[in-house]
């Protein structure tokens, strides 16, 4: 899709708010992408045992931290950032507790948390052109998500009637949205669609590439409005399949990450950090980055390198279409300013409590996709 360039004689960059609503929470006008006015000027990370970091982009060398609700002996496991149904901004973050699985904060400076009950444990959350997209476990009379316009109320959305969701061996895991009104997500073995931001789904695959392939991770490519899934197949390793945003019951055959003659592997259980932006995506993993390109459905490997990340034990990933900036095991951040080429060390030993510094999911307050 592409971006607006003008409108009535002022350049995208200039263009504050439209009818009072800033740039920031428009994802499209008339059906034209509005491109992020500026890149982030606050990142947050969320820790093990319930700890929040947050840091101005002005100094990501300075970050202060806090307890969500007290320590716990819980782990955050995904954040995002977006509004609360008024145009005021809102984080929040996701775990697998018995209760309160969604935090959420409006002014991160002020330390200040809300969030909502539900009766699922939570791993993903997503938020597309307003709305809120929440889920995790799948189990037996539970086949469902939520859905939330203000990030407090949550709307249940009855998965139960997709085909094979009901036997999915695991949870779901990721989401990705067009920030318009597409959102996919993935479970082990299945893929699922919806055009109504999470109101209604339907499947897009039902079997990733055979029963030997496990898929948990899927992004969306801005600039060139397609939906790319990450999987392993067996021992072949990494492998990706694409489908145009246009049609998400069509997508390529797979194709292996292969780059320089050398072939990337992440096992079934591997903890990817992934992140998009324009028509570029990154996967790091363990001490090692990958960088894509995508034209049309076809993927391009860049650099590969192995073992060369800062900082070993990275957990996720998060970019403002400037920055990309990859969280670690033991406190560490690491950054890229050439469009995840490569990476160097931002800080080391943050950490929310003592010996709390394994940091578990970063974000920050640009609306996605970039």
Same mark, same amino acid.
């Given at each position: 899709?592409?971006?607006?360039?003008?409108?009535?004689?002022?350049?995208?960059?200039?263009?504050?708010?439209?009818?009072?609503?800033?740039?920031?929470?428009?994802?499209?006008?008339?059906?034209?992408?509005?491109?992020? $006015?500026?890149? /982030?000027?606050?990142?947050?990370?969320?820790?093990?045992?319930? %700890?929040?970091?947050?840091?101005?982009?002005?100094?990501? #060398?300075?970050?202060?931290?806090?307890?969500?609700?007290?320590?716990?002996?819980?782990?955050?496991?995904?954040? $995002?950032?977006?509004?609360? @149904?008024?145009?005021?901004?809102?984080?929040?973050?996701?775990?697998?507790?018995?209760?309160?699985?969604?935090?959420?904060?409006?002014?991160?400076?002020?330390?200040?948390?809300?969030?909502?009950?539900?009766?699922?444990?939570?791993?993903?959350?997503?938020?597309?052109?307003?709305?809120?997209?929440? %889920?995790?476990? *799948?189990?037996?009379?539970?086949?469902?998500?939520?859905?939330?316009?203000?990030?407090?109320?949550?709307?249940?959305?009855?998965?139960?009637? *997709?085909?094979?969701? /009901?036997? =999915?061996?695991?949870?779901?895991?990721?989401?990705?949205?067009?920030?318009?009104?597409?959102?996919? &997500?993935?479970?082990?073995?299945?893929?699922?669609?919806?055009?109504?931001?999470? /109101?209604?789904?339907?499947?897009?695959?039902?079997? +990733?590439?055979?029963?030997?392939?496990?898929?948990?991770?899927? *992004?969306?490519?801005?600039?060139?409005?397609?939906?790319?899934?990450?999987?392993? !197949?067996?021992?072949?390793?990494?492998? &990706?399949?694409?489908?145009?945003?246009?049609?998400?019951?069509?997508?390529?055959?797979?194709?292996?990450?292969?780059?320089?003659?050398?072939?990337? =592997?992440?096992?079934?259980?591997?903890?990817?950090?992934? $992140?998009?932006?324009?028509?570029?995506?990154?996967?790091?993993?363990? !001490?090692?980055?990958?960088?894509?390109?995508?034209?049309?459905?076809?993927? #391009?490997?860049?650099?590969?390198?192995?073992?060369?990340?800062?900082?070993? @034990?990275?957990?996720?990933?998060?970019?403002?279409?400037?920055?990309?900036?990859?969280?670690?095991?033991?406190?560490?951040?690491? +950054?890229?300013?050439?469009?995840?080429?490569?990476? #160097?060390?931002?800080?080391?030993?943050?950490?929310?409590?003592?010996?709390?510094?394994?940091?578990? #999911?970063?974000?920050?307050?640009? +609306?996605?996709?970039?």
């Amino acid at each position: 899709m592409p971006d607006i360039s003008t409108m009535d004689g002022v350049a995208a960059a200039d263009i504050g708010s439209i009818d009072g609503v800033a740039k920031a929470n428009i994802s499209t006008l008339g059906g034209v992408s509005v491109p992020s $006015a500026v890149a /982030a000027t606050q990142w947050a990370v969320g820790f093990n045992d319930a %700890g929040i970091g947050y840091a101005a982009s002005t100094d990501l #060398t300075s970050w202060s931290t806090f307890y969500a609700i007290g320590s716990s002996s819980v782990d955050f496991v995904n954040s $995002a950032y977006g509004t609360n @149904g008024s145009g005021v901004e809102r984080w929040m973050w996701v775990w697998t507790r018995g209760a309160g699985e969604i935090i959420t904060i409006n002014d991160i400076t002020g330390e200040s948390t809300g969030g909502a009950n539900v009766d699922i444990k939570m791993r993903a959350v997503a938020y597309c052109n307003d709305t809120w997209i929440i %889920g995790g476990e *799948l189990k037996t009379g539970a086949q469902k998500l939520y859905t939330s316009t203000d990030g407090t109320s949550m709307t249940s959305r009855d998965l139960s009637g *997709l085909a094979n969701i /009901a036997d =999915s061996p695991d949870d779901i895991y990721d989401f990705a949205h067009d920030g318009v009104g597409k959102v996919v &997500f993935t479970t082990d073995e299945q893929v699922f669609y919806s055009t109504d931001k999470g /109101a209604t789904w339907a499947a897009a695959l039902t079997d +990733i590439e055979d029963s030997n392939s496990v898929g948990k991770s899927v *992004l969306y490519i801005k600039d060139q409005d397609c939906f790319v899934l990450v999987y392993k !197949q067996g021992s072949s390793g990494m492998k &990706f399949r694409v489908a145009s945003a246009d049609d998400l019951t069509t997508w390529t055959s797979g194709v292996s990450a292969d780059a320089s003659g050398e072939s990337t =592997s992440i096992s079934s259980l591997s903890k990817k950090a992934m $992140a998009a932006a324009g028509s570029t995506f990154v996967i790091c993993y363990a !001490q090692s980055h990958q960088r894509f390109t995508v034209s049309g459905t076809t993927i #391009t490997p860049q650099s590969y390198t192995a073992g060369q990340l800062p900082h070993d @034990g990275v957990n996720d990933i998060a970019t403002d279409g400037t920055s990309w900036i990859t969280c670690h095991n033991d406190g560490e951040l690491s +950054i890229s300013t050439n469009d995840g080429a490569s990476f #160097t060390s931002l800080h080391t030993g943050l950490q929310a409590g003592s010996g709390d510094d394994e940091i578990e #999911t970063i974000t920050c307050n640009v +609306i996605l996709p970039v």
